[in-house]
């Protein structure tokens, strides 16, 4: 029940950033921002005696790391940095549960869009002289597309949706910040980003310890 409650204030705080928090004062935005990922990970907190335990600390790790994203994205090197370690965390996590190999044509379907993402968003950015910040795209871009491999390859439907949501909010990001505006950008982008996280958090509910047992046997 407690677990539920938890989930329940995650959706309503996300829901009160989304809609409701003006964009200043700044330090109110930011804390109503980060509220969500705080309940995600007492979420996933709760969970660490019943399930996976190397699964869970990985998680918890990455939603931490990807707070300190939210929490420093205004300074977009520094808070890229953040949830670039998140995402590595999120890989971690993504393996200690993996059941087998992908299909190799979604393995080039990923690459295929990572190459296209790069050539559109970093080339962009390299256009403008700004050789740091496109290296950094680069970087994160094979990151974020390597958490999306890792993911497939547990074959819960749950981490896989979390993680395409996560690739679909930061590929609008970068479009509206590197490209061009897209109407609605920020519901967006933060919308599909919550969502993406309380399916990581909700995916240590389906990894116990039992049932790890059993699929060793």
Same mark, same amino acid.
């Given at each position: 029940?407690?677990?539920?409650?938890?989930?329940?204030?995650?959706?309503?705080?996300?829901?009160?950033?989304?809609?409701?928090? &003006?964009? %200043? &004062?700044?330090?109110?935005?930011?804390?109503?921002?980060?509220?969500?990922?705080?309940?995600?990970?007492?979420?996933?907190?709760? %969970?660490?005696?019943?399930?996976?335990?190397?699964?869970?600390?990985?998680?918890?790790?990455?939603?931490?790391?990807?707070?300190?994203? *939210?929490?420093? @994205?205004?300074?977009?090197?520094?808070?890229?940095?953040?949830?670039?370690?998140?995402?590595?965390?999120? @890989?971690?996590?993504?393996?200690?549960?993996?059941?087998?190999?992908?299909?190799?044509?979604?393995?080039?379907?990923?690459?295929? +869009?990572?190459?296209?993402?790069?050539?559109?968003?970093?080339?962009?950015?390299?256009?403008?002289?700004?050789?740091?910040?496109?290296?950094?795209?680069?970087?994160?871009?094979?990151?974020?597309?390597?958490?999306?491999?890792?993911?497939? %390859?547990?074959?819960?439907?749950?981490?896989?949706?979390?993680?395409?949501?996560? @690739?679909?909010? *930061?590929?609008?990001?970068?479009?509206?910040?590197?490209?061009? *505006?897209? &109407?609605?950008? *920020? @519901?967006?982008?933060?919308?599909? +980003? +919550?969502?993406?996280?309380?399916?990581?958090?909700?995916?240590?509910?389906?990894?116990?310890?039992?049932?790890?047992?059993?699929?060793?046997?």
């Amino acid at each position: 029940m407690k677990k539920l409650y938890l989930i329940a204030l995650v959706i309503f705080f996300s829901i009160l950033y989304i809609f409701f928090i &003006p964009e %200043q &004062p700044f330090l109110l935005k930011i804390s109503f921002k980060i509220i969500p990922i705080i309940l995600m990970i007492i979420f996933v907190y709760l %969970q660490r005696d019943s399930n996976n335990p190397a699964f869970s600390k990985w998680l918890l790790l990455g939603l931490f790391f990807c707070m300190l994203g *939210d929490a420093t @994205i205004r300074w977009f090197l520094l808070g890229l940095s953040f949830f670039l370690v998140g995402h590595i965390c999120y @890989i971690v996590a993504f393996f200690k549960v993996k059941m087998k190999a992908i299909n190799p044509y979604i393995a080039i379907f990923l690459l295929t +869009y990572g190459m296209l993402m790069v050539a559109w968003i970093a080339g962009n950015i390299f256009r403008t002289g700004n050789y740091v910040l496109g290296i950094a795209v680069c970087f994160y871009i094979a990151v974020i597309l390597t958490m999306g491999w890792s993911a497939l %390859q547990t074959y819960s439907h749950i981490i896989i949706l979390g993680a395409f949501s996560f @690739i679909f909010s *930061d590929s609008i990001l970068a479009i509206n910040m590197f490209i061009t *505006d897209i &109407p609605m950008s *920020d @519901i967006l982008i933060m919308t599909s +980003y +919550y969502s993406a996280q309380l399916f990581f958090a909700m995916s240590t509910l389906k990894y116990s310890v039992a049932r790890k047992k059993v699929l060793e046997l």
